[in-house]
């Protein structure tokens, strides 16, 4: 290389320089603007990153939740399983009882009209028994007016035989 070609190179790259300078000025300005908008997405990027964290942290809280709402989901899910088979066993129990009721229905209005027989007759019975007792009371209140003339009519007996032994 000849001194005219390294001439050439240097004013080549003083040329660039300048024009790059030129333009860095110029650009200086929207250089600003960038590392300002780079700190300020920096400072978001922070806050998000923050944000994620705490919203993972409530999602390990809420998948911990969910397990444990997940089990009592299955035992209620069980209860209601056996509630069912229990209302099924129920209802198959009332649909037989009504069954037996229905065919028992003859026996048991043979039964009613029995158990009414028999309370008429236990109030006749009853009525009969205090007629008897009305009576009993008569007849014991006649024994005594009837023993207390026995006794008198004994006495004048003694007496009428008494006499009749002395003469």
């Known amino acids: 290389m000849a001194d005219e070609e390294i001439q050439r190179a240097i004013e080549f790259i003083v040329q660039q320089q300048a024009k790059y300078a030129a333009r860095l000025e110029k650009d200086a300005p929207r250089l600003a ?10 400072e978001l990027a922070r806050g998000a990153d923050e944000r994620l964290d705490q ?26 399983k056996m509630l069912v088979e229990l209302a099924r066993g129920a209802e198959e129990r009332l649909d037989q009882n009504a069954a037996r009721l229905e065919k028992d229905a003859p026996r048991l209005a043979m039964l009613e009209e029995s158990f009414k027989m028999l309370v008429e007759l236990a109030r006749g019975a009853d009525e009969r028994l205090n007629q008897n ?35």
Do not use: C, I, P
């Open 33 to 42: 603007m960038l590392e300002e908008s780079f700190k300020l997405l920096v």
């Open 55 to 80: 919203n993972a942290a409530r999602l390990d809280q809420n998948a911990a939740r969910l397990e444990k709402d997940e089990s009592r989901l299955a035992m209620l899910e069980e209860s209601f």
């Open 133 to 167: 007792a009305t009576r009993l009371d008569q007849d014991a209140a006649r024994f005594e007016r009837d023993e207390s003339r026995l006794a008198r009519l004994e006495e004048s007996f003694t007496t009428l035989v008494e006499l009749a032994h002395r003469h």
